[in-house]
């Protein structure tokens, strides 16, 4: 067992006096919505209409492999603002096909839109992940004008891409962040069985935790459904608050009302709190 002490309080009890299943539920996602299955399947199916429409920037690769692609959806003017979308399945699961459909947010406001793909664990370690979309974007800033996404760039994710948001803010071509519902302290997981997957070591802890790392002076929201579960609320406001101290700019965004997955419904909608969020950070 990890010595790590979570300072938060999880719902059944100190973290340090929690049975392997009380832990394994604080972060479980899944069964703390009771309808994340047609939540997913929805957004999967409108996804797919969304990309049938859209053939012509599916599937450009930016390194060898099946899932290291973007998906690029380009506004009528090249230079305009463009929202990189990191999608989430605690860095083992999930794909940028199933949440394209998020476009649906932006681009009615002039936006470009890409979704970065990138391999999953424990195929690759966590490291080799974070490395895979600092690759991707410098692919991006390099290549994305030839496919008509030359403006700045927002990057923005959900969950485990909450956390690949705020690895990603650190580099040169991202202008700003936003950051839905993501875990910021790793500590925790390598009491539960999501570690079975990520194998973290010391140092990954140490390196790829937010929380524990210098303060980056971009703009960044944090955002977190009201009906979260309290680690990744915790998560949230304390990465907000440390990004305070440090006066770097962004808002806390608590989202009344959402959980884990119904937030994003707030960046599908061109007049969603989030979709305002993303333009409001480049402003």
Request: net charge negative; with cysteine.
């Amino acid at each position: 067992m990890s010595s790590y002490l979570s300072p938060r309080r999880a719902p059944h009890g100190e973290w340090a006096y929690m049975t392997r299943q009380e832990r394994d539920l604080a972060y479980n996602n899944t069964l703390s919505v009771a309808n994340t299955a047609e939540i997913q399947a929805t957004r999967a199916e409108a996804s797919a209409v969304f990309r049938a429409t859209r053939p012509a920037g599916l599937d450009i690769a930016y390194a060898p492999g099946e899932r290291t692609k973007w998906d690029l959806f380009p506004a009528a003017e090249p230079t305009s603002p463009c929202l990189v979308f990191i999608h989430g399945g605690y860095w083992q699961r999930g794909s940028r096909d199933i949440v394209s459909v998020l476009a649906e947010g932006v681009r009615p406001l002039g936006w470009s839109a890409a979704f970065i793909g990138y391999d999953l664990t424990p195929q690759v370690t966590l490291t080799q992940l974070v490395a895979q979309i600092h690759a991707g974007l410098d692919w991006l800033v390099e290549h994305g004008p030839d496919y008509g996404v030359a403006g700045p760039i927002v990057v923005a994710g959900h969950s485990a891409g909450g956390h690949l948001t705020a690895m990603a803010l650190s580099h040169p071509g991202v202008s700003a962040g936003l950051s839905i519902s993501g875990v910021f302290e790793l500590g925790p997981l390598r009491d539960i069985g999501l570690n079975d997957a990520l194998r973290l070591t010391d140092d990954e802890v140490a390196e790829l935790s937010p929380l524990r790392l210098p303060v980056v002076d971009k703009p960044m929201g944090i955002a977190y459904g009201t009906e979260e579960l309290p680690a990744l609320i915790e998560d949230s406001r304390r990465l907000h608050a440390r990004r305070a101290d440090a006066h770097a700019p962004g808002p806390l965004i608590p989202v009344v009302g959402a959980n884990h997955f119904n937030i994003l419904d707030e960046l599908q909608k061109p007049d969603g709190i989030l979709t305002r969020a993303v333009l409001d950070l480049l402003r």
